[in-house]
Nanobody, 125 residues
Framework: QVRLVESGGGLVQAGGSLRLSCAAS????????MGWFRQAPGKEREFVAG????????YYADSLKGRFTISRDNAKNTVYLQMNSLRPEDTAVYYC??????????????????WGQGTQVTVAS
């Protein structure tokens, strides 16, 4: 059983930066994948970035690679999403998620087992 709490969202001007945090608790993170997704109004939930807890391997949505960076702090059981050069199209609710197994595909929201409540990111032009 895993609990996830996101924080760090807010309003930012285009070109600015935000760092989102996801504090996790409830179990060992060995063998888990942690990911960030986002969902804009009227759109499906979209994969942003993921990290495997044990090995530290990462994966990014092609459109975001180079602007966003995912990382983890083992001592704090926290995963971060550093977002730079933000654009209005990045506006969405951002969700932290956990998957209990390591899979070859990172992208599918339905393969993740636990979700946080989301944090709103709004990028003004």
């Amino acid at each position: 059983q895993v609990r996830l709490v996101e924080s760090g969202g807010g309003l930012v001007q285009a070109g600015g930066s935000l760092r989102l945090s996801c504090a996790a608790s409830g179990r060992s993170f060995t063998g888990l994948t942690m990911g960030w997704f986002r969902q804009a109004p009227g759109k499906e939930r979209e994969f942003v970035a993921g990290i495997n807890w044990s090995g530290g391997s990462t994966y990014y949505a092609d459109s975001l690679k180079g602007r966003f960076t995912i990382s983890r702090d083992n001592a704090k059981n926290t995963v971060y999403l550093q977002m730079n050069s933000l654009r209005p199209e990045d506006t969405a609710v951002y969700y932290c998620a956990v998957r209990r197994t390591i899979l070859s595909s990172w992208l599918d929201a339905y393969t993740y087992d636990y979700w946080g409540q989301g944090t709103q990111v709004t990028v003004a032009s």
